[in-house]
């Protein structure tokens, strides 16, 4: 008795989290009736006109809106197959680096940028890669003329994905390194032992070891397929890359809230919903078969 | 018992939210403004007896530093002289940098939170009328207005009020604009050209040799390869301006595009008489085959639609020409010549047509409304601020708190403000009349302290426009006035304008669902087109889209709208 006592308490404490659940993420579900309404703010939802699928219809009638979706989702792919693959490269070679003083320096040097926001960030890369920036200053030497390289449609998704990579290839390195150290040291020995070199021991120790984390990262970044990075793509994108470098999110808000097409940027605000629910509930599966993560 | 907790707080949440929608909705119902008129009489400039407070939206420009020590935008000169002459409080709802106004107003619409005065363009005019957000100001303004603000709407020969007016009710209160302010000159550097030994270029052949030599013969003579020919829009600004926002394009390409007689973004009557959209005219197609070929010869700014702003190339010096209205030496003119005396801007009425004539195009002279809530008390208080404001301008000193503090500010200039000046600048000079002679001209609120301060800014020769012949230091506020008005303003005073106008400068029903993806694909496909990533019979693919994604629908209801 007495310990059941205790656990009321304990489940008193979720309280905070769950008013919070409620206030921002059920409440405002009840928006989505704006997407089948022809939505006047000065009536709200209450008294705007019901125009059932009407929205949806014009939503595919626009170029936009497959473009924006297949942006969104060739992004956010790249971005996860570089944030999977970088970092382990990396994490593997840090691992074979003996001397432990630069190890430790490279690796707050390479995990710094995450600490840094896409607002400064953006700046600087808009002014990295300018006109007359060093880059194209640098380009210049080898004879190439310069190139503006945020003004470019088919450049502007890799400029995208690497700076996300480079920013956060430094953090992610630091979750396999501590997957690396939880391999028994007693296999590396046994298999020098038997005559593996240290391509061997990569290939059947190190790998092997550290393959269970390396899927479930790249299970759970499947939930985040949707979302290629509003920050990062509002501080840097403009009107000339709008074609390639549109994503959901950033569409959603120029719709929404610099145009006041509330419906439509509702309608397609909610399909992303409904498409991230199925890729979360699929990720949460997947992580569930390999390597036996769940929750409930 | 734990699941009822969780149940009773999900349903407390829930009817509290509802319930909150309820009560606003009850309140903007049973106020009903017009009800409850004063019975005092009405007196546009009547003092309140007891002090009220209008919360308004204001735009505050963080890099604005006029206000003297001590002043805030909510306590300046002006606003003390609000609160003396009408005991209004002045107090805001909300403030917002230039760069994020419409969008806080935007969002004010969307929550239907809105302050009880504002600012708005028309866009933003049409929707809160729909949504029947804003108060009727009809008997506001019959009894309200003051005699000098009904006779400069008055003399936009009922354009104004015309794009005020729902159903018979007036709804705003409009500005009146110069109409200088959408004309946009050729901005030259004129040092630029006497340094290479050339003339200001007459026609879009001239336009581009001398562009060339901007670019390719260090004009600057700093021996480096980083001048502009040409400036382009930066990312806040338009390739040209269009029929909703006709006046005040910056460094956009309004010049090349009327020199083809191309008015893309303006509604035409074309040939036959059918209303056309000048977008998607073959005219629109060769001005902009003419800008594609100038930027791959790299005569623009390369970085057109990227540079946040383009008036920075200008102020260091690297721009040798851009097209702008008469007030650039408001812009970033001032900066350019206290950077460096001699760059000597000087402003053409160029380039011209095939037939020698100057044909740009023309704007409307009603752009911004002042709207009032709903269920505010005191509609009528908004009105007093505009006659309060138009009445004793003149009397403020822009230096200790510029007209960007002044809440609620509407431009009230007659039509023709800036020619009066300019000519009226010139007689002075030459001394064929004396500033005494032009000061019982209260409309124009500026004029009598243009020509009072003309001499001491201006230097002999009186008729060489040229920077040397200047002293913009003895007094830069004078400065930048006097130079837009006979530098800027000249070239309209002198040059016969054979100018055009769209046949509308407003919305139509369609437009508010279709207009802003009609509007996308043009912007897009222009600029890609002119940066050479598409090419050019792109231009027919756009005419096919716009066509069919609502253009024609558009342009069935512009016409309707001319026929009324």
Same mark, same amino acid.
Do not use: R
């Given at each position: 008795m007495r310990t059941k006592g205790f656990a009321k308490h304990y489940y008193l404490m979720l309280l905070p989290g769950f008013i919070w659940l409620i206030l921002f993420?059920?409440?405002?579900?009840?928006?989505?009736v704006i997407a089948f309404q022809n939505y006047n703010p000065g009536l709200g939802v209450f008294g705007s006109e019901f125009v059932g699928l009407e929205t949806f219809r014009y939503m595919f009638e626009l170029n936009d809106t497959m473009n924006v979706f297949f942006n969104t989702i060739y992004i956010a792919i790249m971005k996860i197959v570089g944030n999977l693959i970088v970092p382990l490269v990396f994490a593997l070679m840090l691992n074979e680096v003996r001397y432990m003083g630069l190890k430790r320096s490279i690796q707050t040097i390479v995990y710094?940028?995450?600490? =840094?926001s896409w607002v400064i960030l953006g700046g600087v890369l808009l002014d990295i890669f300018a006109y007359g920036g060093p880059i194209n200053q640098l380009l210049a030497m080898f004879g190439i003329d310069p190139v503006l390289f945020f003004g470019r449609a088919d450049l502007f998704p890799f400029l995208v994905v690497g700076s996300d990579v480079w920013k956060e290839f430094g953090f992610n390195t630091i979750i396999y390194l501590a997957a690396l150290t939880g391999i028994n040291p007693a296999l590396y020995e046994a298999a020098s032992i038997d005559g593996a070199s240290r391509l061997r021991l990569l290939w059947h120790v190190t790998l092997p070891g550290i393959r269970t984390t390396a899927v479930l990262l790249a299970v759970l970044s499947l939930g985040n397929v949707?979302?290629?990075?509003f920050d990062q793509i509002f501080n840097l994108y403009n009107p000339l890359v709008y074609s390639s470098g549109d994503i959901i999110d950033t569409w959603v808000y120029r719709a929404g809230? =610099?145009?006041?097409?509330y419906e439509l940027a509702t309608a397609v605000g909610l399909l992303k919903s409904v498409a991230g629910f199925m890729l979360i509930s699929l990720s949460y599966y997947l992580a569930y078969r390999f390597t036996n993560y769940r929750i409930f | 018992m734990l699941k009822k907790i969780f149940f009773l707080l999900l349903f407390i949440l829930l009817f509290t939210a509802c319930s909150n929608e309820d009560a606003s909705k009850d309140e903007t119902e049973d #106020?009903?403004?017009?009800?409850?008129? $004063?019975?005092e009489p009405a007196d546009p400039f009547g003092v309140y007896e007891e002090t009220i407070t209008i919360a308004i939206g204001q735009e505050v420009d963080?890099?604005?530093?006029?206000?003297? &020590?001590? *002043?805030?935008p909510l306590d300046n000169q002006y606003t003390r002289h609000v609160k003396e002459n009408l005991n209004i409080e002045v107090e805001h709802a909300f403030t917002a940098s230039p760069s994020n106004y419409d969008q806080k107003v935007s969002l004010a619409i969307a929550s239907n939170d809105l302050p009880d005065a504002m600012v708005v363009g028309p866009v933003e005019l049409r929707q809160l009328v729909e949504a029947d957000? !804003?108060?009727?100001?009809t008997d506001v303004y019959e009894n309200y207005a003051s005699p000098a603000i009904k006779e400069i709407i008055d003399s936009s020969g009922g354009v104004a009020l015309e794009n005020v007016t729902f159903d018979g009710k007036i709804m705003a209160i409009p500005n009146s604009q110069a109409?200088?302010?959408g004309v946009h000159n050729l901005w030259i550097r004129q040092d630029w050209l006497d340094e290479l030994g050339l003339e200001p270029p007459k026609t879009l052949d001239d336009l581009k040799k001398v562009a060339k030599a901007f670019v390719e013969? &260090?004009?600057?003579?700093?021996?480096? *390869?980083?001048? !502009?020919?040409l400036a382009g829009p930066d990312?806040?600004? #338009?390739?040209y301006a269009n029929?909703?926002?006709?006046?005040?394009?910056?460094?956009?390409f309004d010049g090349i595009f009327s020199a083809l007689h191309a008015y893309p973004g303006y509604w035409l009557e074309g040939e036959d008489g059918e209303l056309v959209y000048g977008s998607t005219l073959p005219e629109t197609k060769e001005a902009l085959s003419f800008l594609r070929d100038m930027y791959s010869e790299g005569l !623009? *700014? $390369?970085e057109i639609g990227v540079r946040e702003d383009s008036g920075e190339s200008v102020i260091s010096g690297n721009t040798g020409m851009f097209f702008g209205p008469f007030w650039m030496p408001y812009g970033p003119l001032t900066d350019a010549v206290t950077n460096?005396?001699?760059?000597n801007w000087q402003s053409y009425a160029?380039?011209?047509?095939a037939n020698g004539e100057y044909t740009p195009h023309l704007s409307t002279t009603t752009t911004q409304f002042v709207v009032v809530r #709903?269920? %505010?008390?005191?509609?009528?208080a908004a009105m007093k601020i505009l006659n309060n404001l138009l009445a004793?301008?003149?009397?403020? *000193?822009?230096? !200790?708190?510029?007209?960007?503090? %002044?809440?609620?500010r509407l431009v009230y200039a007659p039509a023709d403000e800036m020619e009066v000046t300019t000519v009226a600048l010139r007689e002075v000079l030459a001394g064929?009349?004396?500033?005494?002679?032009? %000061?019982?001209?209260?409309?124009?609120?500026l004029l009598k302290s243009d020509v009072d301060h003309i001499h001491e800014i201006k230097l002999e020769p009186y008729d060489n426009m040229d920077i040397? %012949?200047?002293?913009?230091?003895?007094n830069l506020g004078q400065w930048t006035r006097a130079y837009s008005a006979l530098v800027g303003t000249a070239p309209l005073v002198d040059t016969e304008i054979n100018g055009v106008k769209s046949v509308i400068y407003s919305q139509t029903k369609t437009m508010e669902d279709r207009w802003v993806n009609l509007k996308k694909i043009e912007d897009e496909t222009f600029l890609k087109i002119i940066m050479g990533?598409?090419?050019?019979?792109a231009f027919d693919q756009f005419v096919e889209d716009w066509n069919n994604q609502g253009g024609e629908q558009i342009t069935e209801e512009v016409a309707d709208v001319v026929a009324k």
């Open positions: 993420s059920i409440v405002p579900m009840f928006g989505i710094l940028p995450h600490f =840094l949707l979302n290629a990075g809230l =610099l145009n006041l097409q | #106020k009903d403004p017009s009800s409850d008129t $004063p019975s963080p890099s604005d530093t006029s206000l003297q &020590d001590g *002043d805030t957000q !804003i108060a009727d100001l109409s200088a302010d013969e &260090d004009p600057d003579g700093n021996g480096q *390869d980083d001048t !502009i020919g990312t806040s600004n #338009k390739l029929f909703l926002e006709s006046t005040n394009n910056l460094y956009g !623009i *700014d $390369p460096n005396p001699d760059a160029l380039p011209l047509d #709903k269920d %505010y008390e005191h509609p009528e004793n301008e003149s009397e403020f *000193d822009p230096s !200790i708190g510029g007209p960007g503090f %002044y809440p609620l064929t009349k004396e500033p005494e002679d032009f %000061y019982d001209m209260p409309a124009y609120k040397e %012949y200047w002293d913009p230091q003895a990533t598409e090419s050019l019979d």
